[in-house]
C-alpha cells in the first residue's frame, strides 16, 4: 500500500462522530477549553462582556509572553525556570537607568534605548542559561532555577528595592494607548506569539528545535549543532522576558522587585496544559495559547466571583490540578484508542 | 583505481585511553571494505571521525586526494560521505520526511521568510522509499511508531539518497531480524551493483562481511592488524586477527 497522509485509524471507527472524536483527543486544550469558555460566559456575570474580554486579554498578555518562552526552551528538551527572574530584573535595572537620581542611576537614559536594552538584557540572560546548560553540561533544572533566585535578588540592588512609580511617558505610552479598542500590550504580544508559533512549526531553526528535543544526539549526527539550537531557545525565552517586562511595567506604570511574582508555577501550568511534553520534542504553541486563555480566564472568573482572596490560590490550584488530571486522561484514552500524535 | 578515502596515521584518544593509534588504510572508489574487531577495538571511534562528529587528534582523512579536516556532519555529507550510524540517528518525534531531511531540510522562500518545504520532502522521501522497495506505513506518523526495519530503512533511505559516493554503515543488522537483515545485505549489492557506491561496513557477522565487502581491515586495541583481501583469506584467520592469535600462530608480523 501506498502511503498516504491522513490514514490515521480510531481503532476501524469511521464517519463523522470519530472525526470530531479523534480532534478532540489529539489536541489536549481544546476540549477544555469548549467546555470551559461557555460555561464561564452563561454562569459568570460580566464574563462575556467586551471590557471583561478586553482584560483579559491584557493580563495574559504577560503570561502569554513568558509561556513561550519557557515552552520553546521546553522543547528542546531543557527547562527555563528564569523567565520571571529575568522579567523582574530587567524592568528594574531599565527603570534605574529611566529614572532621575536619587531613586534611578541620574543618567535619565531614553525609553528608546530603554526598551531595546531591556529585550537585549533578556536575550543576554537567556544566552548565559544556554551556555551553562550546553556548554558547560549542568542540569537546566538548577541552571535556571539558581537564575531565577539571583535575579529576583538581582532585582533589588539598583533602586535598592524602593518601587519606581511614574515611569516615563514614552516607555508606558503601550499601557495607555488602545487601537481598535486593543491595548498595545495585548497587540505587541499576541503578534509577536502567534509569529513565533507559525515559526516554530514551518522554519528550519524551528524544525531542529523539535529535532534536537527529540533525539539530541540524532540531531548531532545529522549535522544540527545542539548548542546554537538550544541557545536560540533559551536566547528567545530571555528575550520575550525581557519584553514581558517592559510591558508589564507600561501597563502598570511602575517596576517593582515584586512584579510577577510567583508567576513561575502558572507559566508552566499552561505550558503542560497547552501539551508540551515534559521530556522535549513534543507540544505546540497553539496549544500554549489555549493554556493562557484557560488560566487567565480561571484567575478573571475568580475574581469576578469574588472569591475571598485568601482562597485564592488554593482554588487556582485545585483548577490547574483538575486540568492536568483531564490532560491525562486524554492522553490514557488516546492510546487506548491507538492513536496516534501527529508528527511535528 | 584512485583511493576515494585515504586515511594516514590517523590517531585519537580519549582522556588517557588511546582509541585510535596511527591508522592507515585505502578505500578505492567503489570498493567495499569491512571494518572488523572486537569491542574497544576503535571502530566506532573511526566511524565517528569520518562522519565527521569529531576531529582526529593527529593523522589526516582524504576524501578524493585531498586532505579534509571533517569538523561537521555537515562538511562530510557534502563529500559524499553517508553514515548509517547504530543507532539509526533517527529522531521519534519527526515524520518520516522529517528524518529524511533532518539537518538539510528543503525549504522556500528567501530568508528570513524560509519555510519548510513539506510537500516536496514528502514526494521525495516516498520515492526514495519505493527506490528501495519499502513500504513505510504513513507519511504523517511519528518515527517512534515504526518497527525496527522500517526505521532501519529510513535510516538507510536517508544515506542513500543524493549522490552519497560512501556508505559507512555501523552495525546495520545487529537491531534487526533474520529477514529484515538479508534484505539491508541485499539493498547493498543492489547499490553497489547499480550505483557503484563504495561502502565501509562494520560488522561482526562473518556471513555479512563476506556478502557485502570485498576486503577486511581488522582493527585491535586501536591498531590496524591487517588489511586482507576477503577472496584470499579464511574466517579463521580474519577471526584470529580479531583477537589477537594470528600473529603468534602464523609468524607474520600484523
Known amino acids: 500500500m501506498l502511503p498516504t497522509p491522513d490514514n490515521m485509524k480510531l481503532s476501524g471507527v469511521n464517519g463523522p462522530l470519530a472525526d470530531i472524536g479523534k480532534t478532540v483527543l489529539l489536541n489536549p486544550i481544546l476540549p477544555i477549553l469548549a467546555i470551559a469558555l461557555p460555561l464561564f460566559a452563561a454562569l459568570v456575570p460580566f464574563y462575556a462582556t467586551t471590557m471583561n474580554l478586553q482584560n483579559l486579554l491584557l493580563s495574559s498578555s504577560i503570561l502569554l509572553l513568558l509561556s513561550y518562552g519557557s515552552a520553546i526552551a521546553m522543547i528542546t528538551g531543557n527547562i527555563d525556570l528564569s523567565v520571571e527572574g529575568t522579567l523582574s530584573f530587567s524592568s528594574m535595572v531599565i527603570a534605574w537607568l529611566m529614572m532621575p537620581a536619587p531613586i534611578g542611576a541620574g543618567i535619565e537614559l531614553s525609553p528608546l534605548a530603554c526598551i531595546p536594552l531591556g529585550i537585549a ?29 539571583t535575579l529576583k535578588g538581582a532585582a533589588a540592588i539598583p533602586t535598592q528595592a524602593t518601587t ?20 498595545w500590550i495585548v497587540i505587541i504580544a499576541f503578534t509577536i506569539c502567534l509569529a513565533l508559533a507559525i515559526w516554530l512549526k514551518s522554519s528550519i531553526v524551528g524544525r531542529h528545535i ?44 511602575s517596576a517593582s522587585v515584586n512584579s510577577g511574582d510567583g508567576i513561575t508555577f502558572t507559566v508552566f501550568a499552561a505550558i503542560i496544559i497547552g501539551g508540551i511534553g515534559l521530556g522535549g520534542g513534543s507540544g505546540g504553541l497553539w496549544g500554549v495559547l489555549g493554556g493562557v486563555i484557560l488560566l487567565s480566564s480561571i484567575d478573571n472568573v475568580l475574581n469576578l466571583v469574588a472569591v475571598n482572596p485568601l482562597y485564592l490560590n488554593f482554588v487556582r490550584g485545585g483548577v490547574i490540578i483538575l486540568a492536568i488530571l483531564l490532560i491525562v486522561a486524554r492522553q490514557r484514552l488516546a492510546s487506548r484508542f491507538g492513536l496516534q500524535e501527529k508528527a511535528v | 583505481m584512485t583511493a576515494f578515502l585515504s586515511i594516514k596515521d590517523v590517531s585519537k584518544s580519549f582522556g588517557g585511553v588511546a582509541a585510535l593509534k596511527n591508522v592507515s588504510f585505502d578505500l578505492a572508489g567503489g570498493e567495499s571494505i569491512a571494518l572488523m574487531g572486537g569491542n574497544g577495538a576503535g571502530k566506532s571511534t573511526l566511524v565517528s571521525l569520518l ?26 555529507r557534502d563529500f559524499g560521505v553517508e553514515t ?81 559516493k560512501l556508505l559507512i554503515l555501523d552495525e546495520p543488522t545487529a ?80
Open chain 2, 175 to 254: 537491531a534487526l531480524g533474520v529477514e529484515e537483515s538479508a534484505n539491508v545485505v541485499r539493498t547493498v549489492q543492489r547499490l553497489r551493483r547499480e550505483r557503484n557506491i563504495s561502502v565501509l561496513l562494520i560488522t561482526h557477522n562473518l556471513e555479512e562481511m563476506r556478502s557485502i565487502a570485498d576486503r577486511a581491515v581488522v582493527l585491535r586495541r586501536g591498531e590496524n592488524v591487517g588489511s586482507v583481501m576477503l577472496s584470499e583469506t579464511s574466517d579463521d584467520e580474519i577471526v584470529a586477527r580479531i583477537t589477537g592469535s594470528f600473529s603468534a600462530r602464523a609468524g607474520e608480523a600484523a
Open chain 1, 164 to 183: 519606581v512609580y511614574t515611569l516615563p511617558a514614552l516607555y508606558s505610552w503601550v499601557g495607555y494607548n488602545n487601537v481598535l479598542g486593543m491595548n
Open chain 1, 121 to 149: 538584557l533578556g536575550v543576554g540572560i537567556g544566552l548565559t542559561n544556554a551556555f551553562l546548560v550546553q556548554g558547560l553540561g549542568v542540569n537546566a533544572f538548577i541552571v535556571t532555577l539558581g537564575m531565577l533566585l
Open chain 2, 84 to 164: 548509517v550510524f547504530q543507532d539509526l540517528a533517527l529522531c521519534p518525534n519527526l515524520n518520516a520526511p522529517g528524518n529524511l531531511f533532518l539537518g538539510r531540510e528543503l525549504y522556500r522562500g528567501i530568508w528570513p521568510f524560509r519555510i519548510l518545504d513539506r510537500k516536496e520532502m514528502e514526494r521525495v522521501t516516498i520515492a526514495t522509499l519505493l527506490e528501495l522497495g519499502v513500504k513505510v506505513p504513513d507519511m504523517t506518523t511519528q518515527t517512534n511508531r515504526f518497527s525496527g526495519g522500517q526505521r532501519q530503512a529510513l535510516s538507510f533511505a536517508r544515506a542513500v539518497r543524493g549522490n552519497s
Open chain 2, 51 to 76: 562522519a565527521g562528529l569529531q576531529r582526529p587528534d593527529s593523522g589526516s582523512i582524504c576524501i578524493e586526494g585531498v586532505d579534509r579536516a571533517l569538523s561537521d556532519p555537515q562538511q562530510s
Open chain 1, 210 to 253: 523539535y529535532a534536537v528535543g527529540g533525539n539530541v544526539e540524532a540531531a548531532r549526527e545529522n549535522g544540527i549543532s545542539p548548542f546554537k539550537t538550544i541557545a536560540v531557545a533559551y536566547g528567545i525565552s530571555g528575550g520575550l522576558a525581557g519584553l514581558a517586562g517592559w510591558l508589564n511595567a507600561a501597563r502598570l506604570d
